[in-house]
């Protein structure tokens, strides 16, 4: 019952793309007649996402409090999270990039559901980055299109509030406050989810055909299999590193708790007790693991990297864009932002899922179609969330400890 409890949402939304993509099959063209339902609730969505987000990055920066306890690991932390993800990133692409999810998809029936003749058009690779952190006026922020310029406005304002002390009390509670108003909003409008998405759903399938179910079922076998290598490899190399042999051992001997939790919840914040325990057995302080689990399992994700990895390569298949060049490089970065920064904000899969769509100048129309993503991939993406902050833990610890290797106190190996 609590497996069936954890996975309830997953499984009824999973249940709607199901009875959505049936329905699209059977009916064809004639299923759109069920798309204004599906656009009714995407446009909820798309009104309600950027006061969200600009709520909660502002909210979360201005709480944090500068701890001396948190400033002594932070540079470990930030280390070991960015070259775990980069890897996981590089490893995500060389695997989707052989095994594309999506091939020989018609681009101009993809054209046409989404109301557009073409892609937005890219430009220099300067003007590019210009805008994609920043726009010429203020009152662009707060349009989906301009997401990350928002989240650095929101980020850069939460700073600012932080330094002000007292003086910016207000304007705390001004957006703790608003960050719970969105986030009560977002969970109503959740309720009509799986209806929503069916729907939607069931028009795409009826007018693209069944070309883009087979699409989702290669990429979750090439997300599983690459998961699996990244799991039992790499995990192993870092605990290496960390630890030696010992640490090897005492990693594999004390993650299996984590994993089945992970699993069993598919939540890598009700994993943070049995992490925090296991992650001690390992041999990591008592001081690191209270402080980087915790963390971790907010902003530090590896199987959210593969994730985001997956519907880049998915969304530049189905539009027929070649994923390679400078928008190769462009994707790892997006990939590990959205894996990690944004899995940080409550609802952040919709947030990075739009993150990708905007940076890459798809239609806002095509994020139930990434979207769905999320839901096939959870139990694999939380196992390795989960299990991969054991190992930055371990990684952690060394960094912080100057260098010395980690390894598992003999008593607790041995229990």
Not at 12 to 36: H, K, M, N, S, Y
Not at 96 to 102: A, N
Not at 127 to 145: E, N, P, R, W, Y
Not at 221 to 231: E, N, Q
Request: with cysteine; aromatic share 10%.
């Amino acid at each position: 019952m609590n497996i069936l409890r954890a996975y309830r949402t997953s499984l009824i939304l999973i249940g709607a793309i199901i009875i959505g993509g049936v329905i699209g099959i059977v009916f064809g063209e004639r299923a759109t007649v069920l798309q204004p339902i599906g656009q009714l609730f995407l446009n909820c969505l798309f009104m309600v996402i950027t006061p969200l987000v600009f709520f909660c990055i502002a909210s979360s920066v201005a709480g944090m409090t500068g701890e001396k306890s948190l400033g002594h690991i932070v540079s470990g932390v930030v280390v070991v999270y960015l070259g775990t993800s980069v890897i996981a990133g590089i490893i995500g692409l060389v695997g989707f990039k052989l095994f594309p999810p999506l091939a020989g998809a018609d681009v101009d029936a993809v054209m046409k559901l989404m109301g557009t003749g073409d892609v937005a058009a890219q430009g220099s690779v300067g003007a590019q980055i210009v805008g994609t952190f920043t726009v010429s006026d203020f009152k662009d922020l707060f349009s989906k299109q301009f997401l990350l310029p928002l989240i650095v406005f929101a980020t850069f304002l939460g700073f600012v509030a932080t330094r002000l002390g007292e003086r910016s009390a207000a304007v705390i509670r001004f957006v703790d406050t608003g960050r719970d108003i969105m986030l009560k909003m977002v969970s109503y409008i959740m309720y009509i989810a799986p209806i929503g998405i069916g729907c939607y759903f069931a028009s795409t399938i009826g007018q693209l055909g069944s070309q883009i179910l087979q699409g989702y079922l290669k990429g979750f076998i090439v997300y599983t299999i690459m998961g699996f290598i990244y799991f039992f490899v790499m995990y192993s190399v870092y605990a290496f590193i960390a630890g030696g042999r010992a640490g090897v051992a005492g990693f594999w001997k004390n993650i299996i708790a984590p994993a089945a939790m992970s699993l069993s919840t598919c939540s890598s914040a009700a994993c943070i007790p049995v992490n925090l325990e296991a992650t001690q057995r390992m041999g990591v302080s008592k001081f690191v693991s209270d402080t980087v689990t915790p963390f971790g399992a907010n902003i530090h994700k590896e199987g959210s990297v593969f994730g985001g990895v997956f519907k880049i390569a998915f969304i530049f298949a189905l539009f027929g864009r070649d994923l390679s060049g400078w928008t190769l490089l462009a994707a790892l970065g997006v990939a590990v932002l959205v894996g990690t920064a944004m899995v940080a904000v409550p609802s952040g899969g919709l947030v990075a899922e739009l993150i990708i769509l905007n940076i890459f100048g798809f239609p806002a129309q095509a994020l139930p179609i990434i979207a769905v993503i999320s839901a096939i991939i959870d139990p694999q993406a939380t196992m390795l969330n989960v299990t991969g902050n054991a190992a930055s833990a371990m990684l952690v610890n060394r960094f912080v400890d100057r260098g010395r290797k980690v390894a598992p106190e003999p008593a607790a190996v041995a229990s």
